[in-house]
């Protein structure tokens, strides 16, 4: 069973980076047609896509976000990087990740997610 684990601060302060880091355990982030996905939950909204990696190393993002986002990976480690650049206080939510499924398609596996403010 796949698990996944969010690490990275809580607190960012506008205009800088917000990088968070998922751990994998229990499958390999290179597994065909799995697709390693970043998602944010504002307050008092619904759940947003940020992007995602493929088990390929392709990226894919959100159109409203994609100039401010890049994903990335360490295979070696099994893990997949968010960066998130010149943060404001709308970017405060429960950030998420997840394992999409290509050949279901669904998103099968998530992390527990953890709380982002943007705050000075």
């Known amino acids: 069973q796949v698990q996944l684990q969010v690490s990275g601060p809580g607190l960012v302060k506008p205009s800088q980076t917000l990088s968070l880091t998922c751990a994998v355990s229990?499958?390999?982030?290179?597994?065909?047609?799995?697709?390693w996905s970043w998602i944010r939950q504002p307050p008092g909204k619904g759940p947003e896509w940020i992007g995602w990696?493929?088990?390929?190393?392709?990226?894919d993002y959100n159109p409203s976000l994609k100039s401010r986002t890049s994903i990335s990976r360490e295979t070696s480690k099994n893990q997949f990087t968010l960066q998130l650049s010149s943060v404001t206080p709308e970017d405060t939510g429960v950030y998420y990740c997840?394992?999409?499924?290509?050949?279901?398609?669904?998103?099968?596996?998530w992390g527990p997610g953890t709380q982002v403010t943007v705050s000075s």
């Open positions: 990696i493929t088990h390929s190393g392709g990226t």
């Open positions: 997840a394992r999409y499924n290509a050949a279901t398609p669904d998103f099968d596996s």
């Open positions: 229990g499958g390999s982030i290179t597994t065909n047609y799995r697709y």
